[in-house]
T-cell receptor
Framework: EAQVTQNPRYLITVTGKKLTVTCSQNMNHEYMSWYRQDPGLGLRQIYYSMNVEVTDKGDVPEGYKVSRKEKRNFPLILESPSPNQTSLYFC?????????????FGPGTRLTVT | DAKTTQPTSMDCAEGRAANLPCNHSTISGNEYVYWYRQIHSQGPQYIIHGLKNNETNEMASLIITEDRKSSTLILPHATLRDTAVYYCIVRTLWGQGSSNTGKLIFGQGTTLQVKP
């Protein structure tokens, strides 16, 4: 089954404790992206990647890192989480360069930083 | 990317067709109309997209007016599981404008409530 998976689905952590949210897709997609969703602010793009070893900042990259060492994986790293990073996070993937912007989203990771 | 306007909320009776309108009066010739939906706190789900012709797939139909300034998403037989926020998004192809980042701009969308 074609899918995007994220782990963990729920995470409660404390300020400053490094964490990684994993994202993996099995569709051989070139493009992957991270969004965060907050009430009243909608979905905002954090980082994106056009292909392996190619990443770039989205609209709200501060406090986040990403890497794209393999095509299927695009982990989101919070080196020193803060309470303002409490949010619902989504990973998405898509083929790049086709006529379609059909993006597949993961189930979400709900992160709480205390 | 062109701005879209959607009603904040709509109700639909289960089993009836749900017609969700979207206004995109500033759409340009190379912009497509996309629809996504998000069922409570789940990841957004792609529904359908089109350029100027009407489109149909297993989930829905998309009707685009001849002047392309508005469109309607039709769920032919709405079920309770179709209760969600529906987003109309206008996009260019990859490599043009903000499509360079692949970013999808989700507005406020229409909250569709399907009632028994």
């Amino acid at each position: 089954e074609a899918q995007v998976t994220q782990n963990p689905r729920y995470l409660i952590t404390v300020t400053g404790k490094k964490l990684t949210v994993t994202c993996s897709q099995n569709m051989n997609h070139e493009y992957m992206s991270w969004y965060r969703q907050d009430p009243g602010l909608g979905l905002r793009q954090i980082y994106y990647s056009m292909n392996v070893e190619v990443t770039d900042k989205g609209d709200v990259p501060e406090g986040y890192k990403v890497s794209r060492k393999e095509k299927r994986n695009f982990p989101l790293i919070l080196e020193s989480p803060s309470p303002n990073q409490t949010s619902l996070y989504f990973c998405a993937s898509s083929h790049f360069g086709t006529s379609s912007h059909e993006q597949y989203f993961g189930p979400g990771t709900r992160l709480t930083v205390t | 990317d062109a701005k879209t306007t959607q009603p904040t909320s709509m109700d639909c009776a289960e089993g009836r067709a749900a017609n969700l309108p979207c206004n995109h009066s500033t759409i340009s010739g190379n912009e497509y109309v996309y629809w996504y939906r998000q069922i409570h706190s789940q990841g957004p789900q792609y529904i359908i997209h089109g350029l100027k012709n009407n489109e149909t797939n297993e989930m829905a139909s998309l009707i685009i007016t001849e002047d392309r300034k508005s469109s309607t998403l039709i769920l032919p037989h709405a079920t309770l599981r179709d209760t969600a926020v529906y987003y109309c998004i206008v996009r260019t192809l990859w490599g043009q404008g903000s499509s360079n980042t692949g970013k999808l701009i989700f507005g406020q969308g229409t909250t569709l409530q399907v009632k028994p």
